[in-house]
């Protein structure tokens, strides 16, 4: 049972196509991760799927409803949380509930059980009286995710919910995505952190409008990407990057951290190829060269240099 | 839908009760601005400067002089010695008329029996108050005159009366107290001020602060939402009214002479009308301090100026005349009066009513749409 079947989407603003022809679908009770650059669409998409914003064409079925015709219905299907963490800071912690559990009509025993819940996956039990705005945004960010799924919808859309978070809190609110997950809902989540991304059971990355790559992370890492990485350990790594580039067995390079990711191909026979141009030619000492297993963030940047470079 | 909305208003009404200082700002600006407006804007002209240079020096230039500062309104300033005093306390503004009698004044009147002729000299500056000062300067040398004409006659053995005399009643408002005029005008200012400034900022912030996303993605629909934000400003408001009433009554001797019942409904139908004029501004902002200078420009200078608040309507050309409908405070003057001056009936203004209904549906419609193309595009 697919709870999302997105069916050529195309969105339009005058001759920008922000969303450009894609279609998907999404299973019921997965984590479906959904990337793409800053601009990408992403947002765009994610308005279409609530049923806030019409198509030019094509059309998605969300909760087994079409937002083309019927978005209000699909409004009452879905949890939507943003990145903003839509809560009054002014008001209580138990007013914020009562106010969208309100927005939803929820009342009698239903309301008190979903009030109950949201204070206990938010860590609130007995601070239903502090004012929302002294919370901090670890907590804050369980409140807003508890309001959006407080009518208990089948499909919650989380646009970047983890921006501005520390850490720990993150992974503490992956935690609560998968019990939410695991109780059924269908949850749609875009992010920038690649390392969330492996969370996911299903991705889909959109560039430009286009989607240009899906699957789970594991397929997307070997269907993606053929080619060999190399991980560099050495000092200087922007020189040694700019020397690097210039070698035939190098398709592309990226900087992690101190270290550095090489695309080779079959050029490229052992480390002492570079260990040779670096220390032996440039004095550039080098500590470590090991072929790795790929992250999808190397995936992601072989599949968008690509695309820029087309 | 009702239930949305009563959840949309009790969460807005929070909000304003957190809100300390809106919250004081709503209930003392009016107060403020009534007691201000009140003693400030003033048109009687009364304590007019006079100065008198008086060259007879007789008793006939004294009980002249005498019979016009004798009426509350002229006080005499200071007695000149010569003409070249005139320019000068004119000039310093030490005197707003000036009385100039000539040295042959009582010898033309008492032997020569001929008309004498008296110079008055008007500050015409503020024309206003000098066409005033006039007409109290003529009808004080008309008393004057026809007491001296009765006495003359009586030393010929004759009777003399005027042959009409003019007994004027102002109607409705007999004393002629400006603040009875200007009340109403201040009651439908400060109102239309509080009501749409409040309302215009309460959805800017919403969009401000990103939380009007969650509403759009919720089922709440766009009436619902303006409904329910609007609810708490017009009870807010609704209670401003009742304050200056109140107040009016107490500082200004301002009495509904009308039905207050009937009072009370118009004034909540032109809080309404103002509240669609502010959700109007509220959709098209996108920051507060666009929606707080929209809120004023809309509301304080037309409010004052086109309202007939201060000038009459009458007398504007008729092109500002048509501009004058911009502002539903023009219509509730006409109603204010009437109940609270005049103290008639729905059947003296129910087409001002009509106007400030179709105003305040206007502005709901045509705001209730561009915010559902916003949050459809946006």
Known sequence: ?310 | MIRRTIAIGKKEFKHLLRDKRLLFVMIFLPIFLLVIFGYAVNFDVKNIQLSVLDKDQSNLSRSFINSISSSNYFYISSYLKNDSEIKYVLDKKEAQVVVVIPSNFSERIEKKKETAQVQFLIDGVDGNAATIIKSYVDIASIKFNQKLQKEIFAKLGVKFEPLISLEPIFWFNPDLQTTKFLIPGLIAMILIIASVISVSLSLVKEKEHGTIEQLNVSSVNSVELLVGKSAPYIVVAFFDALLILFVGYVLFDVVVKGSMILLLIMTLVYILSSVSLGIFISVISTSQQIAFTLATFATLLPSVILSGFVFPIESMPPIVQIITNITPAKFFIVILRSIIIKGVGIEAFWDQLLYLIAFGTLFLIVAVVVYKNDSATA
């Open chain 1, 1 to 310: 049972m697919y709870s999302i079947e997105v069916n050529n989407l195309t969105k339009k603003f005058g001759k920008f196509i922000s969303v450009n022809n894609i279609s998907f679908k999404v299973k019921e009770g997965e984590i479906f991760g959904f990337l793409g650059a800053n601009g990408a669409g992403k947002s765009t998409t994610i308005r279409m799927l609530c049923g806030i914003l019409a198509p030019t064409s094509g059309d998605a079925i969300v909760g087994g409803y079409s937002v083309l015709k019927h978005p209000d219905e699909v409004k009452l299907n879905i949890g939507y949380m943003s990145q903003r963490f839509s809560l009054y800071n002014d008001l209580t912690v138990e007013e914020n509930i009562n106010f969208f559990a309100g927005v939803y009509g929820l009342k009698g025993k239903l309301l008190d059980d979903r009030k109950k819940w949201v204070l206990k996956i938010a860590n609130l039990n007995n601070k239903e009286n502090l004012l929302t705005g002294s919370l901090p945004g670890g907590i804050k960010q369980r409140l807003a995710l508890g309001t959006a799924v407080i009518h208990k919808p089948k499909i919650v859309f989380l646009d970047e919910p983890t921006s501005g978070v520390d850490p720990i809190s993150r992974r503490g609110f992956w935690e609560l995505i998968n019990d939410l997950s695991e109780s059924g809902t269908t949850v749609f989540v875009t992010t920038h952190y690649l390392e969330e991304a492996e969370f996911c059971n299903n991705i889909i990355l959109i560039d430009a409008g286009k989607l240009i790559a899906e699957g789970n992370p594991k397929d997307l890492k070997t269907n993606y990407l053929l080619n060999d990485i190399i991980e560099v350990e050495c000092d200087n790594a922007v020189k040694a990057m700019e020397l690097l580039e210039k070698e035939n067995f190098v398709e592309e390079t990226s900087i992690f951290g101190n270290n550095l990711h090489l695309i080779v191909n079959n050029f490229y026979k052992d480390k002492t190829q570079i260990k040779l141009l670096l220390s032996d030619k440039n004095n550039i000492r080098v500590n470590r060269v090991d072929k790795i297993v790929p992250t999808l963030e190397d995936v992601f940047i072989h599949l968008l240099d690509n695309k820029t470079n087309d």
